[in-house]
């Protein structure tokens, strides 16, 4: 059984004098899976850009925009029709492919998430020992249900709060500051799942928070962000620990890779004499869409 989503997502530049844009890289369209699957893309821009398409180091789609035209804006809408297939992981979680904690990656294993494998900032391991000493006391021995424990552990103890600046915060400066956004907690997460032992990654994506009431998920109308880690026996497994989501269909992603600096949704400059951006609106709509399943 699939949802059938249409996903708006609106970016506006404002810029205090005309500029000339240079390239900018756009990562807004998911590849295909067995769980995801794009039926319909829309790409409209403002000024008009010429798009070269390819596929980046981690697979991802991306769209390179090239712009002739001076202007004092730009305005990039991405709408995207999606199937989101129900994701029946938790269900499964009994039988001879459970992976137990501890345990040892394959060699084949070890050489592919290599990269995915290394703390990106080993300077924060004090702090985050310490952290998890005191709030990640409860580790089962089964891998799903300690990443799980670890993902609840975040949500728990740490405060969500917005924040429309750019950048992710390290783990230390988000266990220190006591909270963080939704990018904040996956890379929290990602390196606490790799001082473990897990392979993780970064994911960039949307949340479906159709749903409203007050267990409604936070994080919507905008980006999201959650992590994937590799467990012996079950793949890549999402874990969302702003949500307490785990595998949940709820997540639409777009784009994986290694850290989360990678997975900008739009990266760009501009040129102009002493020209400065003077406005930033974004937003994401998400709706659910009658049709066959």
Known sequence: MSRILRILH???YSYD??????????MLRPRDGHDLWVDDAFLRINPPARLRWYFDTFGNSIAEA????????LVIESELLLRR????????????????????YSDDEACDLYPYLDLENRQDIDILDRWLDTHFVDRPSRAFLFLQNLSHSIHRSLSYSGREKMGTQSAAETITKGLGTCRDFAFLFMEAARKFGFAARFVTGYLNDTAGGPDAPVGGGATHAWA?????GAGWIEFDPTNRITAGSALIRVATTRKPSQASPIS??????????????????VSEVEGPT
């Open 66 to 73: 090239t712009f002739q035209d001076a202007t004092d804006s």
């Open 228 to 232: 994937d880690v590799f467990v012996p």
């Open 85 to 104: 297939y129900v994701n029946d992981f938790l269900p499964r979680q009994a039988g001879s492919h459970i992976c137990p904690y501890p345990f040892v």
């Open 10 to 12: 609106r970016t506006e």
């Open 17 to 26: 004098r005309q500029i000339v844009l240079n390239p900018h890289k756009l």
């Open 268 to 285: 760009g400059s501009f040129k102009g004499d002493g020209a400065v951006c003077s406005g930033l609106t974004v937003s994401v709509d």
